[in-house]
Structure formats: structure tokens, C-alpha cells
């Protein structure tokens, strides 16, 4: 199985800066139909979680332009441009490449400072 | 609008058995793949099990492969979870997810599993 890693797992931000969470693979996740299948989820406190990314880099419809992805290989980033009260959370990656299983990792906890 | 809705939840004993449905609207349900993913209590997700459009190919995560099984009826915009010989590790959320990559979550349902 793909092993996801996250760090770092807990993230203390303050308003309006920036952050950032890294997610490495165990093995590349690029497919052999030119994709690489990495999205990225948030989870707010008390509710389901939320697709933010998909395929590394593409935002879904109605996620603020501040969440960025991006990465290659077995290296992923994503990206909080100004960190918003909002944003508070456990943040996710998860791999769609080597399937079955499709891998999570452990996850990010995004605090305000 | 995309809805997912779970249900089936409870407790139950070691050893006994659950059945949890996921009725879907807002999207073509015949049209997608569809997921299980759980969350134990303080835990992160983990993919569980999903199943092809038509039902034909269906995959499971290994520590429930021959207790869990998968199905679909897409007559009634359903998805199911037959959950067998259940144990306290199986204790989670369950949520019921549209697509192979998660496009969108149902609210959870919440499986204890104790004496």
C-alpha cells in the first residue's frame, strides 16, 4: 500500500499569514494516463469533510482562491495564502493512484495562533 | 445540489451485524462510483470499500474484505454497506462519498461496536 506523509501535523497560524502542509508518497503517484491523482480534503470541527483539490492543482467549485496544490512526483504541497478564522481544521491528503487501497495521511491540524 | 445522506448507524455487539444506506440526489447516482470512507473516533479517514457504476467491480480495504459488502441500487439512488462479524475496531463515522476521489460527503453515520 501507498504510505501518505504529512507534516508537519500540527500547524498554529496567525490571521492573515500564510501556511503551508506538505505530503510526501511512498511511491510516485503520476499514472500512466498522464494524471496524478492527489486531492486534498478539509475537515472543520463537527462536520464531514470537503474536497478542496483534485489531480494535484485544481481547486473545486466555491473553494476560495487562497488554497492552492501543487508538487509532482511523490513531493505535494498545499498552500494557505492568508490563513482565515475559516480555515480552521484537519486538513487531509489522499492518493488515487495505486488503488485498492486509495491512502490517506494522517492529517494536518490548522490552528490560530 | 448534491446530497448524501447515511443512515443504518447504532451500536451493536461484537460479532453482530449492521446494514447502512446512503440515499443520493442532486447527480445522475447510475452515473458515478461510489464510496465508503470511516473516520474512528479521534482518528483520521480511511477509505473502506467502492463499487463501480453498474455494481460490477467492487474493492475493499483488506482488514474488512470477506466481513463488508457493497452494493448499490441505482433504481432508488442507493447505496449500501452489509457490514458481518463486526468488531471494535470497526467503531467509526461512516460516510458515503460520490466518486472514486470524494467529490462530496454525507453528514456520517455513527457505528459503535461494544458489549
Known amino acids: 500500500d501507498v504510505v501518505m506523509t504529512q507534516s508537519p501535523l500540527s500547524l498554529p497560524v496567525t490571521l492573515g499569514q500564510p501556511a503551508s502542509i506538505s505530503c510526501r508518497s511512498s511511491?510516485?503517484?503520476?499514472?500512466?494516463?498522464?494524471?496524478?491523482?492527489l486531492n486534498w480534503f478539509q475537515q472543520r470541527p463537527g462536520q464531514s469533510p470537503r474536497r478542496l483539490i483534485y489531480?494535484?492543482?485544481n481547486r473545486d467549485s466555491g473553494v476560495p482562491d487562497r488554497f492552492s496544490g501543487s508538487g509532482s512526483g511523490t513531493d505535494f504541497t498545499l498552500k494557505i495564502s492568508r490563513v482565515e478564522a475559516e480555515d480552521v481544521g484537519v486538513y487531509y491528503c489522499?492518493?488515487?493512484?495505486?488503488?485498492?487501497?486509495?491512502?490517506f495521511g494522517q492529517g494536518t491540524r490548522l490552528e490560530i495562533k | 445540489e448534491v446530497q448524501l445522506v447515511e443512515s443504518g448507524g447504532g451500536l451493536v455487539q461484537p460479532g453482530g451485524s449492521l446494514r447502512l444506506s446512503c440515499a443520493a440526489s442532486?447527480?445522475?447516482?447510475?452515473?458515478?462510483?461510489m464510496t465508503w470512507v470511516r473516520q474512528a473516533p479521534g482518528k483520521g479517514l480511511a477509505w473502506v470499500a467502492n463499487?463501480?457504476?453498474?455494481?460490477?467491480?467492487?474493492y475493499y480495504v483488506d482488514s474488512v474484505k470477506g466481513r463488508f459488502t457493497i452494493s448499490r441500487d441505482n433504481a432508488k439512488d442507493s447505496l449500501y454497506l452489509q457490514m458481518n462479524s463486526l468488531r471494535a475496531e470497526d467503531t467509526a463515522v461512516y460516510y458515503c462519498?460520490?466518486?472514486?476521489?470524494?467529490?462530496?460527503w454525507g453528514q456520517g453515520t455513527l457505528v459503535t461496536v461494544s458489549s
Open positions: 462519498a460520490r466518486d472514486r476521489s470524494g467529490t462530496d
Open positions: 442532486g447527480f445522475i447516482f447510475s452515473s458515478s462510483w
Open positions: 463499487i463501480k457504476q453498474d455494481g460490477s467491480e467492487k
Open positions: 511511491q510516485s503517484l503520476a499514472y500512466s494516463d498522464g494524471n496524478t491523482y
Open positions: 489531480k494535484v492543482s
Open positions: 489522499m492518493q488515487g493512484t495505486h488503488w485498492p487501497p486509495f491512502t
